[in-house]
């Protein structure tokens, strides 16, 4: 049963990008309603990897590994050279409602010359065995709904401290196993979309006694691309999680054995947020949101019913450090911050990782920041095992 439940929840978000609020009356009233922006295929904004999701899942301008085709494809030309690494990733997800629905990525990355970068990822998402059933609560058999994304990523550096990067992405998301309700036949989704990445890594500035400091700097704009339909009518397509990304970080290097970084993440959906309307269906707040997603892309910057103070509720913001002793040990934490009335995801992360000749392991735990709210994403973990094929040759 929870597993149904878990589905239904799915399939809502993902078809509600049409959801109407209550009645807009231009006061204060409107800010104490729960406001959430719905998209498609929710999963392929999580993030993937254990190392990332020990610091509180800020990416955009962190050091560049394996798994930079997720989080800023700009890196990928910064990574060390010789880079030859492969990085796979599993996270048990939604754990406390349901104990088999599991998040599993991979990725290989590579530095092919001393200004080229390359990476392929692939992100499965299964929700486990569903029991299906219909309006009135008649079985239907049962399903394995699942999502999956195929990415390729391309960086370049345009100067030895400037890099930019593209990526490709196939989406295809099966959540109903073609089962059809009330004569509607519904069918798997798929999509393209792209992402365009920059990077800035500063050169090291000696701070005498052997300490040198740097400065990182990333923007990511990352799964922009068609809707997805579940059904034949492209009326109730939805948007993807389109988002912009921009991070920055600062980088210390204590001595040969310590170093130490710390960075911040904005995040901005860059769909539209849905208007308001009347009990009639006209719109008496905000902007029409069923518009092309380019249009959408632009539109979601100041298309929100409440203003410009709604607009700054819709961004998010991630902090995270690092610290690494003598290459082979990460201490990890971060913290994500969420607006109440755009969803409200607020928690603590904790992460270690441990790096041995050609392997690595990361771990990360999510802690929810409110002791009086159950999240079901409460104790999640990630762990991520890496394999440098180059350190093995």
């Known amino acids: 049963m929870k597993q149904f439940i878990a589905l239904t929840l799915l399939v809502f978000f993902s078809f509600s990008a049409n959801a109407q609020f209550g009645s807009f009356n231009g006061n204060s009233d409107y800010f104490e309603e729960l406001r959430t922006i719905s998209v498609a295929v929710p999963i392929i904004a999580v993030s993937p990897d254990a190392r990332a999701g020990g610091m509180g899942d800020v990416g955009a301008a962190t050091a560049p590994d394996a798994n930079s085709i997720y989080w800023n494809t700009g890196k990928l030309a910064f990574l060390e050279?010789?880079?030859?690494?492969?990085?796979?990733?599993y996270t048990p997800w939604l754990n406390r409602l349901v104990n088999d629905i599991n998040l599993a990525h991979i990725s290989y990355a590579t530095k092919f010359d001393e200004r080229q970068g390359l990476a392929i990822a692939m992100r499965y998402f299964s929700l486990g065995e569903i029991n299906f059933r219909d309006q009135d609560n008649q079985p239907q058999g049962t399903g394995q709904p699942y999502e999956f994304t195929l990415n390729a990523g391309y960086g370049l550096q345009l100067s030895e401290n400037f890099s930019m990067g593209v990526g490709l992405r196939f989406i295809f998301s099966d959540l109903t196993n073609g089962l059809q309700t009330a004569g509607i036949e519904t069918t798997p989704g798929s999509s393209l979309a792209a992402d365009l990445g920059f990077y800035y890594q500063s050169d090291r500035i000696s701070m005498g006694g052997g300490q040198y400091q740097s400065f990182?700097?990333?923007?990511?704009?990352?799964?922009?691309?068609?809707?997805?339909?579940?059904?034949?009518?492209?009326?109730?397509?939805?948007?993807?999680p389109a988002n912009m990304r921009l991070g920055a970080g600062y980088h210390l290097d204590i001595d040969r054995y310590n170093r130490f970084s710390i960075y911040a993440d904005f995040n901005k959906l860059l769909v539209p947020t849905p208007p308001v309307r009347d009990e009639n269906g006209e719109i008496i707040g905000g902007v029409d949101?069923?518009?092309s997603p380019f249009a959408g892309v632009i539109q979601s910057f100041s298309d929100a019913p409440g203003g410009t103070r709604e607009e700054w509720q819709e961004v998010n913001i991630n902090v995270g450090a690092e610290y690494w002793y003598d290459n082979k040990f990460a201490f990890r934490g971060g913290y994500q911050y969420e607006n109440e009335k755009k969803g409200g995801r607020q928690y603590y992360t904790i992460g270690l990782g441990i790096q041995y000749n050609v392997f690595g392991l990361d771990f990360a735990y999510l802690i929810p920041a409110s002791a009086t709210v159950t999240s079901p994403l409460e104790n999640t973990l990630r762990f991520t095992l890496l394999f440098n094929f180059e350190q093995a040759q």
């Not at 050279?81 to 990733?89: E, K, M, Y």
């Not at 990182?216 to 993807?240: C, M, R």
């Open 216 to 240: 990182s700097g990333g923007l990511n704009i990352s799964n922009v691309g068609g809707k997805i339909s579940y059904g034949t009518s492209q009326e109730s397509a939805d948007f993807l």
């Open 81 to 89: 050279d010789g880079t030859n690494t492969l990085s796979l990733s």
């Open 289 to 291: 949101d069923n518009v």
